[in-house]
């Protein structure tokens, strides 16, 4: 600043000279019927009128110069936005101020109309631009509003020209402008809304016709390797509880529409395995621990059914069969691939590698294979099971 900021209240603003300067008299009747019109456009189309309201505002003030300065608050402590200019100063549209080092914040701080005369005297962005500003009347726009919306100026050309008449015109014109922006902002709002819902449809409708997809094959696949009845229906429960513990991590996140819907994969992995735990009553039998790796919800059905058919082995025929047993479950980043380990031990002692395999074995090399352009290690070692699974996590993330 070029002067002293205690100095700027003295010699740059003048209000009082809002009171006693001279009333010229005008139309009144013809300011009305201005305002009666554009107030009824502005019903149908807030943004088209927003600039005929800085174009009025010059009229009635008969000012050489009018705009409005929208406040941006981010980042802090944010900017003025010149918006819809006219006459002289129309060449600097979509110039920014800053927030605190103009006559637009001194404005809204003081929240009233604020006269200010030659303000290139205190503020060297105005200098910068080899303007002269003789005198600028402002109003805050949406008066009385806890959220600032900016100011509505108008410039003259000579000193002594703006009155209290200019002031209360141009006070009754923010409002209006005031009010078209919070439509045109709530517009805004809605419009995003319902791009947003409409998207969460789509996403939604194409989970339910994997989930669809995914149910049949395990139906099918389930049947083929099941001896009974009973061991059909317990594998396809199992399955599709895991399927459930996935979609309510996603529908807690969907609440908030447009926020980016990710699951931590530690988060994701104990809700699959506590199901596991409460059945074969083994409390803390089974340890996770890695980084957080984000999870995206398109991926959390076949995390859910890798990790589901892993303890659903472990707790048929590996370490959680038996008392004592126990699973460590840890994962690392390395760049752009995310290991996993699984590793059983204190279980039954294993003699050698099964000679055949059957449906889940299936399901989660099909899963790690195709959804995550990864790959499976099986380690039969007589103390317990290792695995050691690696996926792109770039696909994990999806």
């Known amino acids: 600043m070029i002067l002293e900021a205690s100095k700027a209240a003295s010699i740059v603003y003048i209000n009082e000279a809002l009171e006693t300067r001279a009333v010229a008299s005008g139309n009144l009747s013809d300011e009305k019927q201005a305002l009666h019109v554009l107030a009824a456009a502005m019903a149908k189309a807030p943004a088209d009128v927003l600039p005929r309201f800085v174009e009025l505002a010059m009229t009635l003030t008969e000012a050489v110069s009018a705009g409005l300065s929208l406040y941006e608050p981010e ?20 110039a920014t101020t800053p927030r605190n080092d103009s006559p637009c914040g ?73 009010l078209a922006l ?55 429960s199992g399955r599709l509880h895991a399927l459930a513990d996935a979609h309510s991590l996603v529908q807690r996140q969907v609440v908030a529409i447009g926020s980016d819907r990710s699951f931590d994969l530690a988060e994701l992995i ?35 059914l890798v990790v589901h058919e892993l303890a659903t082995n472990a707790a048929k025929y ?19 691939q995310m290991t996993l380990q699984w590793l059983e031990r204190d279980g ?25 352009g990864g790959s499976i290690f099986y380690d039969w070692k007589p103390t317990g099971l290792e695995i050691r699974i690696e996926l792109n996590a770039a696909k994990l993330r999806r």
């Open 75 to 94: 980042p802090e402590p944010g900017v003025f936005r010149w918006r819809h200019l006219h006459g002289l100063l129309a060449a600097f549209e979509n």
């Open 106 to 178: 001194v404005t809204l701080d003081r929240n009233r109309p604020t006269l200010s005369r030659h303000p290139e005297l205190v503020y060297d962005w105005i200098t910068a631009e080899n303007l002269v500003i003789p005198e600028v009347l402002l109003v805050p726009l949406y008066i009385g509003s806890d959220e600032p919306l900016g100011t509505l100026w108008v410039v003259s050309e000579r000193e002594g020209h703006f009155h209290r008449g200019h002031a209360d015109t141009a006070a009754e014109l923010a409002s209006f402008a005031g």
């Open 182 to 236: 919070k439509m045109i902002r709530e517009e805004e709002r809605l419009r995003t809304a319902l791009t947003e819902q409409e998207l969460l449809a789509r996403e939604m409708s194409h989970r339910l016709k994997n989930l669809f997809a995914m149910t049949d094959g395990m139906i099918h696949g389930s049947a083929r390797t099941a001896e009974t009845v009973g061991d059909f229906a317990t594998a396809l």
């Open 270 to 304: 104990s809700a699959v395995v506590k199901v596991h735990e409460r059945a074969v009553d083994a409390p803390n039998r089974i340890a996770t621990r890695g980084p957080a790796i984000p999870c995206g919800d398109h991926a959390t059905n076949a995390v859910a």
């Open 318 to 336: 590996g370490a959680l069969s038996v008392p004592g047993g126990r699973v460590d479950i840890s994962w690392e980043l390395d760049g752009t």
């Open 348 to 372: 039954p002692w294993i003699s050698s590698e099964p000679s055949q395999s059957g449906f889940g074995t299936s399901l989660i090399a099909m899963t790690v294979e195709r959804q995550f």
